[in-house]
């Protein structure tokens, strides 16, 4: 069963960066779209990059230019640069596939438990 550890969040001031880091058991990283994700306050989650297993990946508009995926296969690890960070990234963090794990009889999306980003002064 797969499972999800994110890690490397934190407080930092705008303009800083930060890099998440997405421990993956199970040796789906490079055989999966993996993706981050993130949820703020009252919104709902959503995908903010994307890595496909031939390497291309997909920025939501929001962070496009500012922050890059990438994994590294034999650490069956995903993770999230973040640069030029802004106060509306605050969020907390999750890596998934894409689309997202779905486990037991009622095949609900498991999620890790996340890592938060808070970009304030």
């Not at 650490?75 to 990234?89: A, F, G, H, I, Y």
């Amino acid at each position: 069963q797969v499972q999800l550890v994110e890690s490397g969040g934190g407080l930092v001031q705008p303009g800083g960066s930060l890099r998440l880091s997405c421990g993956v058991s199970g040796r789906i990283v490079s055989i999966s779209n993996m993706a981050w994700y993130r949820q703020a306050p009252g919104q709902q989650r959503e995908l903010v990059a994307r890595l496909r297993p031939d390497g291309t990946t997909n920025y939501a508009d929001s962070v496009k230019g500012r922050f890059i995926i990438s994994r590294d296969s034999a650490k069956n690890t995903v993770r999230l640069q973040m640069n030029s960070l802004k106060p509306e990234d605050t969020a907390a963090y999750y890596c998934n596939t894409d689309p997202p794990v779905r486990v037991g009889v009622s095949r609900s999306i498991y999620w890790g438990q996340g890592t938060q980003v808070t970009v304030s002064s």
